[in-house]
């Protein structure tokens, strides 16, 4: 019946058979056979375990970073593995439709557009005592969950410490805590910062503009260079900043939040504002090393006003479970070359997968406790 | 003659959706794996691995439609009765896993709330509400199903190679011999 069968009685006696259920089969073929399933299945195992990193040279992924962040805060299980310690807020956006020479992106036409996002401190450990030195963080996501949504994550630095992910690693790593002493092993920063030059220069940058009283009169950068484009596809590298328009209430003597405490009372009080201010980068500025600053005289763009209007606890649904991803952009921005954005876009992605797999647990701020 | 030849090989068409369907598949299976360890290409292999998940969910409609428009041709004699079942089960694990796989990667996208951008700038609408535990759930299942995939892939290339060199059945050919017929 089929090619096969004429074949097999084509064969001459003498050769070797042994049987495959019904069919008969030469020796030397079952053998060449076998051969080449075993190697094909052995390259694919290989290839297999290669490519998910168990084998061959050691390489620095997403899943290296995040456990270097349990090595140094402890597993925290359900929360973010950096800025675990947080509350979310609400308001919105008014542009003044400024931002259109740069960008088309629908945030910048005048008009309103809804925002969500998360105030927090840097560091991987949720019940951290608040210090005025630690880096604060705003994430935001204008227009959630809309197809044009914009999320950023932003600090309340001048420049970023770090220009590669191996530096932040190193950086991480360098700044676990050792002993009773509750510091970083000074030989350990040192060690890094003699390997790290950009990172010592950042933070001689960064101390000359020290951090304000609270969290409503930080000033919160981008830091990472973006490309706005416009109608006309004009590509503009901009970074951008949302500038204060209040004092911040004084810190309170808790010893815990000291910092959260008076941000949630003020926000209960009267909404708080910043400006979207978009600084336009000049073909000198660097756009792929976020530890470098632009020359101050560069052009600043007001793009509109940032209110907020309500704060809560980190919860299900609401902005807890939104990763500040900074590669989520509107058409009308694009990202620049800057390692960093592919790099915490990958982290990002892994810390939302491990904490969303993770048992809930109770937030720290619980913003209903404060009065 | 003509008879026996066209009911032990596929169509044209069918030859070239499996093997289009191979190319796609693997590369995929690979950047997915590379791109969940990579950094510094992590963005733009994100960007392929979504629009390439468009392109094999495409392909996977119109082979389910090929399915059932075109009857497979008759399994070589070697192939035994117990053998005939398992032939029948990978052939199913294949098209729902790779059928589902795409949605499955779609709807994960969907339930992290971010928009699904494919090919560069074209922006789909989400196929899941917004919600972290669901997210979990399908990103869990997206690397389960992955996995899957490589093991039936792994069992189908085993088999019809062992047919192919070991029984010398022809098996292979029924998917390789020239397109026109």
């Known amino acids: ?371 | 003659m003509t008879v026996v030849r066209e009911r032990s090989r596929h169509t044209a068409l069918t030859k070239v959706l499996h093997w289009v369907t191979a190319i796609l598949v693997f590369t995929m299976l690979m950047i997915g794996f590379v791109m969940v360890n990579s950094l510094d290409d992590y963005a733009r292999l994100v960007m392929v691995h979504k629009s390439l998940g468009v392109v094999i969910l495409v392909v996977m409609l119109v082979r389910i439609v090929n399915r059932f428009t075109h009857r497979a041709p008759a399994l070589p004699a070697t192939v035994g009765s117990i053998e005939r079942k398992l032939v029948v089960a990978t052939e199913l694990s294949l098209y729902a896993l790779l059928g589902a796989q795409p949605l499955v990667g779609w709807a994960m996208v969907s339930a992290s709330g971010r928009p699904i951008v494919v090919f560069g700038s074209v922006r789909l609408p989400p196929i899941a509400p917004f919600g972290a535990e669901l997210f979990s759930v399908l990103r869990q299942a997206h690397s389960l199903t992955a996995l899957a995939l490589v093991v039936v892939i792994a069992a189908h290339v085993s088999a019809v190679l062992l047919h192919s060199l070991a029984l010398r059945d022809g098996m292979l050919s029924r998917m390789t011999s020239p397109l026109s017929r």
């Open chain 1, 1 to 371: 019946m089929s090619d096969a069968l004429v074949r097999v009685t084509d064969d001459r006696p003498h050769q070797r058979r042994t049987s495959w259920g019904c069919a008969s089969v030469r020796r030397r073929n079952l053998v060449l056979g076998t051969a080449v399933v075993g190697g094909f299945l052995a390259v694919d195992l290989g290839a297999l375990l290669y490519v998910n990193n168990r084998i061959g040279p050691a390489r620095l992924t997403s899943q290296v970073l995040l456990d270097g962040f349990e090595e140094v805060f402890g597993r925290q299980l359900g929360f973010r593995r950096n800025h675990a310690k947080g509350v979310v807020v609400e308001g919105y956006f008014d542009s003044n439709g400024n931002g259109r020479e740069l960008s088309k992106a629908a945030v910048f036409r005048p008009g309103s557009t809804p925002v969500v996002g998360r105030f927090s401190l840097s560091g991987g450990y949720p019940a951290m005592e608040d210090s005025p030195t630690i880096p604060r963080g705003l994430g935001l996501a204008f227009g959630f969950p809309g197809g044009q949504q914009w999320r950023t994550a932003m600090m309340n630095l001048t420049v970023f410490l770090d220009n590669s992910p191996q530096g932040f690693y190193d950086r991480l790593l360098a700044s676990k805590v050792v002993g009773a002493t509750g510091e970083p092993d000074p030989a350990a920063i040192a060690r890094f910062l003699a390997n790290h030059p950009e990172t010592a220069r950042a933070i001689a940058i960064n101390e000359a503009h020290p951090p304000t009283a609270g969290f409503a009169d930080s000033t919160y950068r981008s830091l990472i260079a973006f490309y706005f484009v416009n109608e006309s596809g004009t590509r503009t590298p901009v970074r951008w900043s949302l500038v204060p328009l209040q004092r911040a209430l004084p810190p309170s003597m808790d010893p815990h939040n000291g910092l959260f405490i008076p941000l949630i009372r003020q926000m209960r009080a009267s909404p708080l504002r910043w400006r979207l201010m978009l600084t336009v980068g000049a073909p000198s500025d660097p756009v792929d090393d976020a530890t470098l600053p632009w020359h101050v005289d560069r052009r600043v763009i007001d793009a509109g006003l940032l209110t907020l209007t309500s704060i809560e606890t980190d919860r299900p649904g609401n902005a807890r479970d939104i990763n500040f991803d900074p590669l989520v952009l509107p058409e009308g921005i694009e990202p620049s070359d800057d390692p960093l954005l592919s790099a915490r876009s990958a982290v990002y992605g892994a810390s939302y997968r491990r904490r969303t797999g993770e048992p809930e647990l109770l937030p720290i701020i619980d913003v209903d406790e404060v009065s």
